[in-house]
């Protein structure tokens, strides 16, 4: 698939530390709760017991891109309800969104309704997790310390820590998790941020050789939270589906780059149409009855950097994305 020698690609792990500690250090403004269970790794609460906001998000958003990427509000010119915007760029896209923004490590531990079920993403996927993907990538990360962002309502029990902590080699103290509940102000900001990543992952699965992607950046509205879960995980996923807009830089041929634009957008799949939530619970609330092509943007561009060409497919359905962002579907 053209594997990029991992060599060419730094330590997600340690680019992200500055930015970690940053995110500590300005706890108290940012409305960040800090705290170490059993003195060991640190938790980070950016929308439980604390608040959090959009700027606690946006940092968020950019340790879960590994340190590669930028994150920034944007305020649109046209008119409508919905004028901030969230724009995100990556140089090393397939690093930043895929190694590292993609939230493909599922962590579990316990039985029932009392057991704990979350996908982690950020740095310490590319430590410990043993997804498949590490070894498409040719890319594995070593170091001293890591992170992990996990979409959740309550801390990882102790030991889920203990295992993360062995299957990446690194002491209890030197782990930290990120807390961002899906209903929380940084939870929209740091969904809604991986409009890019959807599109890293869809070509990934359209199998368009990655190492072909050499840039890329997006941008989505910022979708109001809603405090039940389905609410809420309609509206950042229609965020993407129905006004994301990435534009890719690839090194191919003009057939392929073609082909990909046309195939990219989320209204190539046969289950767009409606709000997520609509969809989710048309498929009996099981994510594995939902085409996995639709999670994609909804306006993509793709230049080709050997011809110069470029080929553009999808538009934003304002009136769908209306209807998600006024409704409720919990």
């Not at 250090?25 to 439980?48: C, E, H, M, S």
């Not at 690093?95 to 079920?117: I, N, P, T, V």
């Not at 807009?245 to 767009?272: G, K, T, Y």
């Amino acid at each position: 698939m053209g594997e990029i020698p991992s060599r060419t690609w730094p330590s997600v792990s340690t680019l992200t530390a500055p930015l970690v500690e940053g995110l500590i250090a300005r706890r108290g403004d940012l409305d960040l709760g800090v705290f170490k269970p059993d003195q060991k790794a640190t938790v980070i609460d950016a929308g439980i017991e604390r608040p959090g906001g959009l700027e606690a998000g946006r940092r968020i958003a950019e340790i879960c891109l590994g340190g590669l990427g930028s994150v920034r509000f944007r305020s649109a010119s046209s008119p409508g309800p919905w004028n901030w915007w969230v724009d995100v760029h990556a140089g090393s896209p397939v690093l930043a969104c895929l190694g590292s923004q993609y939230a493909g490590w599922s962590l579990s531990h316990g039985e029932g309704k009392s057991g704990f079920r979350a996908l982690g993403s950020g740095p310490g996927r590319a430590v410990g997790s043993g997804e498949e993907l590490f070894e498409e990538l040719g890319y594995r990360d070593r170091a001293d310390g890591t992170v992990l962002i996990l979409e959740v309502d309550k801390p990882p029990p102790a030991g889920l820590v203990e295992e993360i902590s062995e299957k990446c080699g690194i002491y209890e103290d030197n782990l930290t998790f990120i807390l961002t509940p899906t209903s929380s102000l940084a939870g929209v900001v740091q969904i809604v941020a991986r409009v890019l990543e959807t599109a890293l992952h869809k070509a990934h699965a359209l199998k368009f050789p990655l190492a072909a992607i050499i840039d890329g950046a997006g941008s989505a509205p910022l979708c109001p939270p809603a405090p039940d879960l389905l609410t809420a995980m309609s509206r950042t996923n229609d965020a993407i589906l129905f006004a994301g807009q990435v534009h890719l830089f690839v090194r191919a041929e003009d057939p392929e780059a073609e082909a990909l634009a046309q195939r990219l957008p989320s209204s190539a799949s046969p289950d767009f149409g409606r709000p997520f939530g609509e969809v989710f619970k048309r498929a009996n609330f099981d994510f594995y009855k939902i085409d996995p092509l639709l999670f994609s943007p909804a306006c993509v561009t793709v230049t080709n950097l050997r011809s110069g060409t470029s080929f553009h497919a999808g538009k934003i359905h304002s009136e769908l994305l209306n209807e998600s962002f006024f409704g409720k579907f919990g």
